[in-house]
């Protein structure tokens, strides 16, 4: 008798036990009566009827990710690999769909990204591809997102990490970059190059322009010495105009040839040194000036 009750109290025990569930923080449990669909267990403490309920599949709602390396080609004739990530959770209000439409939910996932990325790359050229990264995640998102609902998962992103091209494209594509670079350097070389002749240019003028100011300034103040020497000398001596000029322009002689004789690139020089030459000089100059004046 003691054995009979000690058997019937494992087995209310068993009973209770079995029917308690605790479900953890994103989880859920399906339940099935008899085989068929019944219930969803959410997170906490549930309750299932021993011996005709039981827990079929324990589905995880965390958000997930897939990684794809699909080979597709452009439409300019080029195979290229994307490396990719589909990341998407199960809704916690579609988990029986989620796990009862697909037999094998990840192959079907796979299958049905590759061929849509497919599409769109068949479309696009290799250089399309490389600059449209974003267009094409926005592109996949909308075209699968309703089949994924159908299936019971939201996609969360999907991101291109990369795109491989041929070593032949990439050569040519680096090669046209290499070479695009060394034209605007040269460009702006060019450019620079301009810009220095053009200030070199522009002072070289204005040195020209302030140095004829400079021999327009030494020459008037010549003039003005010399008109000063000859007042001073007329008024001291009361000689002619003419004598005085003669004496002026022997001292200016004079001093020449004392220039030229101390000039450090002065080899050899032949002049005719005699005073007497003067005179023959000056009547060359008036000669010149008449000459000029009639």
């Given at each position: 008798m003691e054995i009979v009750v000690l058997v019937i109290a494992v087995f209310i025990l068993f009973c209770i036990f079995s029917c308690i569930k605790i479900v953890q923080q994103q989880e859920a449990l399906i339940v099935e009566t008899f085989g068929k669909f019944s219930k969803i267990l959410i997170p906490g403490l549930n309750f299932l009827?021993?011996?005709?309920?039981?827990?079929?599949?324990?589905?995880?709602?965390?958000g997930q990710?897939?990684?794809?390396?699909i080979v597709a080609i452009t439409s300019d004739k080029v195979t290229v690999t994307l490396d990719t990530t589909l990341v998407f959770h199960i809704r916690p209000d579609r988990v029986g769909e989620s796990f009862y439409s697909l037999a094998d939910p990840i192959?079907?996932?796979?299958t049905t990204v590759e061929n849509s990325i497919?599409?769109?790359?068949?479309?696009?050229?290799?250089?399309?591809i490389l600059q449209k990264r974003d267009e094409m995640t926005q592109y996949l998102i909308e075209?699968?997102?309703?089949?994924?609902?159908?299936?019971?998962?939201?996609?969360?992103?999907?991101?291109?990490?990369?795109?491989?091209?041929?070593a032949e494209i990439t050569t040519a594509m680096s090669k046209v970059i290499a070479s695009k670079r060394l034209q605007e350097a040269a460009n702006y070389e060019a450019e620079a190059n301009k810009i220095i002749k053009v200030k070199a240019a522009e002072a070289d003028r204005e040195s020209r322009k302030l140095s004829g100011l400079?021999?327009?300034?030494?020459?008037?103040?010549?003039?003005?010495?010399l008109k000063a020497s000859i007042a001073n000398m007329q008024e001291a001596?009361?000689?002619?105009?003419?004598?005085?000029?003669?004496?002026?322009?022997?001292?200016?002689?004079?001093?020449?040839?004392?220039?030229?004789?101390?000039?450090?690139?002065?080899?050899?020089?032949?002049?005719?040194?005699?005073?007497?030459?003067?005179?023959?000089?000056?009547?060359?100059?008036?000669?010149?000036?008449?000459?000029?004046?009639a």
């Open positions: 009827v021993p011996f005709i309920q039981k827990v079929r599949a324990r589905v995880l709602l965390f990710n897939l990684d794809f390396s192959g079907v996932m796979k497919r599409s769109y790359v068949a479309n696009q050229t290799h250089e399309e075209h699968l997102r309703e089949k994924f609902e159908s299936w019971g998962r939201e996609i969360d992103a999907f991101q291109v990490k990369d795109v491989v091209l041929p400079g021999v327009a300034e030494e020459r008037e103040a010549i003039i003005n010495g001596t009361g000689g002619k105009t003419e004598s005085v000029m003669n004496i002026v322009m022997m001292t200016q002689y004079m001093d020449m040839l004392k220039s030229v004789g101390t000039t450090i690139n002065s080899k050899v020089i032949f002049m005719n040194s005699n005073p007497g030459s003067m005179d023959d000089m000056v009547k060359q100059i008036y000669g010149m000036i008449d000459s000029k004046s």
